[in-house]
């Protein structure tokens, strides 16, 4: 159902072919709202750039990717906590509607859980101090199970939601289709979130069968996730962000002409979101 | 720690190398406690020649596998039905300590999650009668979320056991540390099974990377997930079954020589499990 100005283009689903530039004029080109950059194709030209690029062209920033890899040297290093500093100045320059949280998986030769998961919370709290006075807002993106390893120990909306209750103002979700789809928990869940505490709706589909555990995520329409009940549930509560697309997708969107990617997207929005 | 008299074969780990005989003797003469067959290996034999196999070598059984797929046909069918009552006489005749329920994902064409795990409930209320008079145990076996589309659409403990709560006396649970670990509630909802709840305990490891959805599971120890702090939470609410080893691996152990993967499995369930 939403038209193209309710769509937002996250960098990565046409990472291997667009630098920022080329990723914010096809937005544009293509009626699309918003974008939202990884910081990698944000280095490439800078935030102070982007944020004339973006404001040139009219395209908002549904969000930035990522902060967070709290655990990723096995304590809170100087590094990590400058790290996202940065990003929550780089997410102030561009305007984005919030910094979405890759908070990190098990820390190297780790198989403590509960440790990784104290390390995110002390982490974000630091984070969050210094987004609140910046002005930023930080989402928290809840990744499936299966990243629980590698990419990120808070794993359900609600584990999520546990953590922003003890980390007070300021500090939300980015809620991802892809992630959460499976959750028996997540209509009650999104409800407890509340328009207040929901910063992000990504989509995508999972695609039946998956072949790769990253980059095999599927357009939307094109898997098995129920999308348009998911968007409704969030806009029941009241959420009226962007629909931001986000696909890895080696072997199919990524090699694919990005002008064909765009339009695809433009349409599935309408008829599969 | 557990020494072989206390793990158990799942005939899957070396599904491509050994028949049932080949399973059941093997146990043996690794001093291994029990086997847990999966039914296509069963019926190379048939149950009555399975039993007689298992008790000439003393060998116990710690689960059958498997029951359920409720959702395959989109509609709870005769032959989906009649199969699970030939489970639960299988599961009879080699005196199994359980029959393990893999439950079944979405319906072909649907991507109704609701509508999918109220065929299971009705499924599999329908079998647990069957079996209560066949003095079986019925075992849901949460599995990983990454399985939701095509294998079951039941993913947590918590799920599994509220599932549980409606269906009454004779139903519980196969815990294996594969699907489980990442989740948050898992301790405290192995208490909330219980002794009386908690039928299997099935271990393998989470490789990190993980290269393939199904058929990459890790050899306990080689992998992230900490098993001991696990099987010690089982083990507190007094599970004193097997440690049942189930792994699907394409490309290692299903093509190592099964006499090393026996000796391995012993080994590593005295220094990693």
Redesign the interface.
Known sequence: MPGPEKMSLNTATVKQQWDLKQCIEGAARHGIGAVSPWRDKLHEYGAEEARRMLDANGVAVSGLCRGGWYTGEGYLSEAVIDDNKRAVDEAATIGAACLVMVVGG?SPDS???VRA?SLVSEGLAKTLDYARNAGVRIAIEPL???Y???RA????LG?ALDLCDQLGEGIGVALDVYHC????ELESQIRRAGKDRLYAFHVCD?L????D?LEDRGMMGD????IPRLRGLVEAEGFDGFNEVEIFSAKDWWVRDPDEVLSILVERGRSAT
């Not at 039946?208 to 072949?211: A, D, G, L």
């Not at 898997?223 to 129920?226: A, E, H, K, L, R």
């Open positions: 098990l198989k403590d859980l998961r499936h199970p299966m629980a390893a590698d120990c808070f794993n359900t584990q789809w499976w959750d028996p999972w039946n069968p998956t072949k555990l898997g098995v996730i129920d």
